[in-house]
């Protein structure tokens, strides 16, 4: 393709031009090779001796939605050369603008982020619309920005505003890019295009000093070393305080920005290029592109499944405790009225004052307006009976984990709801083959399985069980979807997805906890390994009651590898340490100042699982962590086998998001291929003793054999 099929020159009056962005078949300009390269030529070809005054502008929805992530891998594969290429074609375009003998403005519309936002960057002024999001979120990628945005970012707004801006990684509004100073002015999009020529005659006719805005950008930052070092340590923790050897691109934007402040504009970007080669070689880079990816695949697929559905009008929810009461709040909050019914007036109120208290949350962070709580609030209609629910189009059955109760529940709310209404059963383990008997219409009925606490957690499981039909499938993907969720579409199984894999996990602590291995050791060896919380934390937090029952339904269905056995949680249970709830679990919980439960370590649970445990063999720390994180690890690759999701990207992207699996391996296939499938298979061989739960699947044994991995390029990591 010719470079006017990426970027062209348009005469405007007098001469004054329009440089073009419009990349070919795709909805948005996205900087891959091509493009880059593309914007790159033709620049160094503009008649500089003809323009007067310059606007890039793009025809599209947004400005420039930023790098070709689609790229990175196979580039970052490729050593770094690769890499120095990469990033100096995007340094070259980008000097080119701005050293044009002429004021030049970004005019942008919608994204312009990452590369996006570093060519907004390299002209003299910006002007926005409303609707603009720009940002630099390439700190989530576990990089850094490439093409300039370390260096002018900090000269144009203060270090202490760039550093929150690439720590964070989040868009930005356009009102908070002018009150920084990014944008230099900020309009309605009907009058964008006519406010930006006015910018431009204003500049060239010398009424806006361009040059001054340029020159900010040429030169070393003015700042004391004292005021430098005060704003790098200010902006600590931006990102959530990472470990560097998990997270290492926080570290090393800071450092290179504390260098290149104190440089001219050429030896600035290449300090920037160096930095971004070393991160972009790291595991957790690619780990992050592949996360990022996997996550964009999961979103088309979902919209592939929504498409032709909408969200109900109204939905109900049976059930008002902690998870009939979230999912109320969630479709209310993000406008969905729903009906929620209980049998007795307490639940109701408990349901209520459960919503409520997620309210009045939002409102006290400013994430919620007042005005929208009380407008929550009214979209949640409390009930004792079914009225009303003939009218609903969705039915949300949140009743207790109870086979016999959730068939009933389910038979009765049918008769109540209209031939096409969906009724989802909101289950962590039973299965929707086991229930579908009991309804007239299986084909409207599904799983949908929350997690908790539903406000926070994104994921929500869509069961597709043997008698459902697509479109009941497509209208639960589009309820989720409108709740500002992340649904995934899985096989009907028990435990589905994320939970069958983690009760492999959970069933290896316990093993462990039996074999004398201290439960607080393991909790922080799985802390360090990346977990929010070690596995005894997260059964205090489910609860044991919860955690005893689901493991036997879970051990009944997979008996060869996953079979129930007495265990820590029986002993805790019976000695009525619920976890959390009661106070009291593997840990003992008081309240901190802000009302949430902290941990600390309690001398009774050692004479209480005094009775189970053996002397086991003494372990080391790393036999430790591959003894948990082997099932694990397995049992995904048996989900693969079997076709319970439709890819490991999916998969990865499921367990990131419903069990908070660590983000800097990538998922756990990301992991797998981190360390091999022949070193897993080699490890496995240590533990052939303990079963079949330590058996690589044949998938991972082929693997072995064929030297082969779950995504591309994860093996052939760049070396520097």
């Known amino acids: 393709m010719s470079v006017e099929t990426y970027v062209r020159l348009e005469a405007i009056e007098d001469g004054l031009y329009r440089l073009v962005l419009d990349f070919p078949d795709a909805p948005l300009n996205v900087l891959g090779r091509k493009a880059t390269n593309a914007l790159a030529e033709a620049v160094a070809n503009l008649p500089t001796d003809k323009i007067r005054g310059l606007l890039v502008v793009s025809t599209k929805r947004g400005f420039v939605a930023g790098a070709d992530i689609t790229e990175f891998c196979e580039s970052f594969s490729k050593g770094t050369s690769e890499l120095f290429d990469y990033a100096m074609v995007g340094q070259g375009a980008l000097n080119g603008i701005e050293d044009l003998p002429c004021p030049t403005i970004s005019v942008v519309r919608g994204e312009a982020l990452g590369g996006g936002l570093e060519v907004a960057l390299s002209t003299d002024l910006r002007i926005f619309s409303k609707n603009a999001k720009v940002g630099l979120p390439e700190v989530n990628l576990g990089i850094m920005p490439g093409w300039g945005g370390s260096i002018r970012l900090p000269r144009l707004i203060g270090v202490d505003n760039a550093m929150q801006w690439m720590l964070q990684g989040r868009p930005m509004k356009a009102d908070e890019a002018l009150r920084v100073g990014v944008a230099n002015a900020v309009v309605d999009d009907a009058d964008l295009e006519t406010a930006a020529l006015e910018m431009l005659k204003s500049a060239v006719a010398g009424d806006i000093d361009y040059r001054s805005h340029r020159a900010k950008k040429l030169m070393p930052l003015a700042i004391s070393d004292h005021e430098l070092e005060m704003a790098l340590t200010a902006s600590e923790g931006m990102f959530g305080n990472p470990k560097v050897d998990q997270y290492p691109a926080p570290a090393r934007i800071t450092r290179s920005v504390r260098k290149s402040t104190r440089m001219q504009r050429e030896d600035a970007q290449h300090q920037e290029d160096s930095d971004f080669i070393e991160l972009a070689a790291t595991p957790t880079a690619k780990s992050l592109i592949n996360l990022f990816m996997s996550n964009q695949a999961l979103r088309r697929e979902n919209k592939s499944y929504a498409e032709g559905s909408a969200a109900p009008a109204k939905a109900a929810v049976l059930g008002a405790g902690i998870m009939g009461g979230g999912v109320a709040y969630q479709s209310a909050s993000t406008g969905t009225p729903i009906l929620m019914k209980d049998i007795s007036d307490g639940a109701i109120e408990a349901g209520l004052k459960e919503s409520d208290r997620l309210m009045l949350g939002q409102v006290m962070r400013g994430r919620m307006k007042p005005e929208d709580a009380l407008k929550t609030c009214r979209r949640i209609e409390p009930r004792l009976d079914y009225y009303g629910f003939d009218s609903a189009d969705f039915v949300v059955e949140a009743v207790v984990e109870n086979l016999n109760v959730k068939r009933a529940v389910l038979a009765e709310v049918e008769q109540q709801v209209g031939e096409a209404t969906v009724l989802a059963t909101n289950t962590s383990t039973l299965t929707v083959k086991e229930m579908q008997d009991a309804v007239q219409r299986p084909e409207n009925l599904c799983g949908m399985h929350f997690f908790n606490p539903v406000h926070r957690m994104p994921l929500v499981e869509i069961v597709k069980g043997e008698l459902t039909s697509d479109e009941t499938v497509s209208r639960a993907v589009s309820y989720a979807l409108a709740m500002k969720k992340l649904p995934i579409v899985v096989k009907d199984c028990s435990g589905f997805l994320v939970n069958r894999i983690l009760f492999a996990y959970t069933r290896a602590f316990f093993e462990l906890v039996n074999e004398g291995v201290d439960f607080s050791r393991i909790d922080r060896l799985m802390e360090k390994f990346g977990w929010p919380m070690g596995p005894a934390a997260l059964n205090d937090m489910v609860g044991m009651d919860t955690c005893v029952h689901a493991s036997k339904i879970v051990g009944d269905a997979y008996p060869d590898r996953m079979s129930d056995f007495r265990n820590a949680a029986d002993l805790l249970l019976e000695a009525g340490r619920l976890g959390q709830k009661s106070g009291a679990g593997f840990y003992r919980y008081e309240l901190d100042k802000k009302g949430k439960p902290k941990k600390k370590a309690d001398p009774e649970v050692g004479s209480i699982l005094a009775p189970l445990v053996t002397q086991g063999t003494e372990l080391s720390d790393q036999q430790v962590v591959d003894r948990m994180m082997l099932p694990f690890c397995f049992e995904a690759a048996r989900c693969l086998e079997e076709k319970v999701a439709s890819s490991a990207g999916a998969i990865d992207t499921a367990l990131v998001n419903g069990l908070g699996f660590p983000r800097h391996l990538g998922g756990v296939f990301g992991y797998m291929d981190q360390l091999g ?44």
């Open 677 to 720: 499938a022949a070193k897993l298979v080699e490890l496995s061989e240590q533990y052939q003793h303990l079963g079949l739960a330590y058996q690589p699947p044949a998938s991972v044994i082929e693997m072995a054999t064929d030297n082969k991995s779950f995504y591309p390029f994860s093996t052939a990591v760049a070396q520097h």
